[in-house]
C-alpha cells in the first residue's frame, strides 16, 4: 500500500546547531531547551504519521482507535458512559457524541440509557468493535514497540519514567500566565 500520508519529514538539521545559531545571533536569548523540545517534536511528528499510516492499513481512523482502546482498557464488560469517555479521552462531550454517532453507524459501539435512571448514556462495545481493536491494537503497539527497539529495557524505564516526570511539570506550568503574558494584562 502506499503511504496515505506525504507529509514532509522532520528537519534533519541538528538541534544543537539550532541552538547555537540562536546564541550566536540573539546572545542571552534561553537556547537551553531547543535541544530537548525540538527533537521531542519531531519524534511526536515521525510517530503520528507513522501511527496514521498504521491505522490507515487497519482501516480504523484515530478517534475510533481512541474511543474503542477507552473502552477495551475498561475490562469486562467493556462499557463507560459518555461522561467517563470523555474525561479518559480529553475530549469535549461533543467530540464524544461524534465519536460514539460514528462508531455505532459502523456497528463497533452500541449506546443505551444508565440503569440508574439519571440521563447519562452508557456506551458499550460490540462483538465487532472488540474483535476490531483486539487486532488494532497488536498491530499499533507491535509497530510502536518496533520503533523503541533501540532503547534498552532500563534504558526505556528511565526514559519513560523521565518523559513523565517532564510531562507532569510541563503541564504545571503549562498552566500558569507567563511572566509576559501577566505583565501585558498589568499593563
Known sequence: MTDNYPLDAPSPYPASEIAHAWQRERPGTPTDSIEIVTPLWRLAKLFADDRRRVLADAGVDPATLDLLSVLRRAGSPYELSTRELARRTLVTAGAISQRVARAEDSG??????ADDGSRAVVVALTEAGHELIERTVDQVLTRESELVASLSPGGRTQLAAQLQELLDEVTRVARKPS?????AEAS
Open 179 to 183: 511572566p509576559r503574558s501577566v505583565a
Open 108 to 113: 463497533l459501539v452500541t449506546r443505551r440509557p
